[in-house]
Structures are given as C-alpha cells and as structure tokens.
C-alpha cells in the first residue's frame, strides 16, 4: 500500500518578493511624481534662473533630479521616467505592453501637472509679459528655433543617438547584480546631464518625449507643430536599444535550455526591480495552475492524491476490476 504523500502548499504559495511586489498603481503614481520633478527641475532651472549667474547648470539639474527620482521611487516602479526608456523595456522584454502604455500615460500625466505649475508661476510675475514666450526659451525646437539654426534632420539624429544612449545606460546599469542596481541612478543622471548640455546647446533637445510634449502646450504655436519630432526620434533611438539588448542580453536572462526565466516560472527581476510585470497576475496565476497540476499528476502516478494525501490505488484497481467485467 502506496505511503500518503503531503500536499506542498508552499508550491502554491507566492515567494516573499512577489508577495511584497507593488502593485500597478503604486507604481504609475511613482512614475508620475517622478516625472514631475523631472520636468519641474529640467523647465524650471532654466526658466527662473540667468545662465550667466546660475550656481548650477539646468542640465546639471535636471541629470540631478533623474537621479534623485530614481533613488526614492525606483523600487516602487523601476525608476523610468521617460516613455522613451520605458519603450526600450518594452522591446528588451522586460514589460509588459498594457503597463508600457500605462507608464507612458502616468509619465506624461506628471509632466503636464508640472509644467502646468511653472505656467501658473510665470503668469504671477509681473516682469513677464507673454508666458508662452517665456516657454519658448526652453522649448525644444530646430530650424529658426534652434539656437544653432540645427536642420530637422540633425535634430532627428541627436534626439535617436541621445534616448538610445541613455536606454543603453539605463538597460545596461541596472541589471540583476545589486552593485549594477545601486549604479544605475548615478550612471542614468550622469548620462542624462551630460546629454543634455549637448541637447542645450542645439535646440533645448529634451530626449524626453513626456518633456518635450508638456513643454510645447504651453509655448507658442510653432512648438506644437515640431513636437512630433521630439516625440518620434526618442522613441526610435529608445527601439534601437532595446533590441540591441534583447538580443545580446538574451544570454544572461535566459533559463535552462534557453527559456526565459517568465517562462521557466520565474520572477523578471532584472534591472534593478525594472519590471515582472508579466507576471503581474495571470502569470502568477497559471505558474500556480502549473504547479498544482503537476503536482496531482505526480501523486496520481504514485497512486495518491497530492492536494489531499489520499490513497488512490485501492479505488483504482476497484474501478478496472469493474470494467474488465470482474465486479458487478
């Protein structure tokens, strides 16, 4: 007679680090407080102070508080900020698509609140006539509104070069090791400061789509009609990483016999806390299906029931005496 099998529960039970995950909301909300102090420190610096007399450069700022956001909120939402970064995740496979775009809708959210608080600030003070012109020297633009007079294709190849710098950074950085983790806020900033200068002196290229968009609906007309580039070009540039990554990063995330950890039933922890989203829930769910059935499957094998420990041989034997005609 088969020995009853303990059922496993623990096998049905989420680890400690899932369990502790936060859940999608607390990560937009992460994600769209940081992104308002990015934009608030990035317009802000430059709106209110003189180039001239600035202890602090706004590109220095503004790397600064992508630091500082990355910091406090990163193990919340993994520390994006930018729908440009968060398109390079998405492509590296480490997010899911339906909270990519709920990422980018609370990054642009935060934007748009900040910028709508440095507006209210302006239209305060009496030396500033028009508001919006007051924007527009911090609005990214090329052509007549670039400081250089930068054509739109110059500008096209900065911004594509700049995001796919800073998603490289970022991707490479915060990887599963924990001093990579602790090094990818400093890295980030850094590389986003340094960019940034470059992007100043071009036409105030943000290489930040949610920037770049809050920024032109309170400036003049023609800020409107050129966003589309400073959107388009960081999101391209964001592609090219993320690919480069997943394909030569495949190795390192990879499980046995070249499954990923998702699929092998693991937790995507990579880059630092940057996203298991695709186990958000139904993954987690259907790992546990897996397991359970497995596990029933096993305990039927060895003639017992492994959810309840009930011997099953005896009542499998009564049934084929039945059918062989040998019970009535």
Not at 82 to 97: D, E, K, Y
Not at 101 to 128: C, D, E, K
Not at 275 to 291: I, K, P
């Amino acid at each position: 007679m088969s020995t009853p099998v303990p059922a496993r529960h623990d096998a049905l039970q989420p680890s400690r680090s899932e369990a502790a995950r936060p859940g999608l909301l607390p990560r937009l909300t992460a994600e769209a407080f940081g992104s308002f102090f990015l934009v608030l420190a990035g317009l802000g610096v430059p709106l209110f102070s003189l180039p001239q007399s600035s202890p602090l450069p706004a590109a220095l700022a503004a790397g600064l508080a992508v630091t500082a956001a990355m910091l406090a909120f990163g193990h919340i939402s993994g520390g994006h900020f930018n729908p440009a970064i968060t398109a390079g995740h998405l492509l590296a496979g480490q997010i899911r698509a339906g909270a990519a775009a709920a990422y980018a809708g609370a990054q642009l959210a935060g934007g748009m609140v900040a910028t709508l608080a440095l507006y209210g600030i302006l239209r305060t003070l009496p030396g500033i006539a028009d508001t919006r012109t007051a924007f527009d020297t911090v609005t990214a633009g090329f052509g007549e509104h670039s400081i250089i007079q930068a054509p739109l294709a110059a500008v096209l190849l900065l911004e594509m070069i700049g995001a796919a710098i800073i998603v490289a950074v970022f991707l490479g950085t915060a990887g599963r090791d924990n001093s990579g983790r602790s090094a990818a806020p400093v890295a980030v900033g850094l590389s986003f400061a340094v960019l940034l200068q470059l992007g100043l002196s071009v036409g105030n290229l943000p290489f930040n789509p949610a920037r770049a968009v809050a920024s032109a609906v309170f400036s003049s007309g023609w800020a409107v009609e050129q966003v589309w580039v400073f959107v388009a070009a960081p999101l391209v540039g964001a592609a090219v990483a993320g690919l480069a990554f997943r394909s030569f990063g495949s190795a390192h995330t990879s499980g046995p016999a070249g499954q990923s950890p998702l699929a092998a039933g693991g937790v995507d922890n990579t880059a630092g806390g940057l996203e298991a989203d695709r186990l958000e829930t139904d993954g987690f769910e259907a790992v546990d299906a897996r397991q359970a059935g497995s596990g029933n499957e096993a305990g039927k094998a060895a003639g017992t029931d492994a959810t309840t420990g009930k011997d099953t041989s005896s009542e499998a034997s009564e049934a084929q005496k039945f059918f062989d005609g040998k019970q009535g």
